[in-house]
């Protein structure tokens, strides 16, 4: 089992940066591919960025690809998502999640068994 908490999120001005963090309980994180997914009211939750156990290893939708940008630190637990050149429609809850399954789409939804609560990022024009 692994929990996951968010952190970072809040309020920005559209051209602005920020830095998510997700802390994860469980002596097991580095073996897990860890991603970052998103939800605007009214949508579907988004893949946006992902990271496999092997760091070298991501997926980015193409919405954020030269803006955002993921990384781990196994010594810490912790996946991070900074995010720069935020946009408008960024606007949405982010969402940890942790998984294990492997193959092409690794960094599908369906993909991830682990998901935290999320944390809100808000970007104003």
């Known amino acids: 089992q692994v929990q996951l908490v968010e952190s970072g999120g809040g309020l920005v001005r559209a051209g602005g940066s920020l830095r998510l963090s997700c802390a994860a309980s469980?002596?097991?994180?580095?073996?897990?591919?860890m991603g970052w997914f998103r939800q605007a009211p009214g949508k579907e939750r988004e893949s946006v960025a992902a990271?496999?156990?092997?760091?070298?290893?991501?997926y980015y939708a193409d919405s954020v690809k030269g803006r955002f940008t993921i990384s781990r630190d196994n010594a810490k637990n912790t996946v991070y998502l900074q995010m720069n050149s935020l946009k408008p429609e960024d606007t949405a809850v982010y969402f940890c999640?942790?998984?294990?399954?492997?193959?092409?789409?690794?960094?599908?939804?369906?993909?991830?068994?682990?998901w935290g609560q999320g944390t809100q990022v808000t970007v104003s024009s």
């Open positions: 999640a942790a998984g294990l399954k492997y193959g092409s789409n690794w960094y599908r939804k369906y993909a991830f068994d682990y």
């Open positions: 469980g002596r097991t994180f580095s073996t897990y591919n």
């Open positions: 990271i496999t156990w092997n760091p070298a290893i991501t």
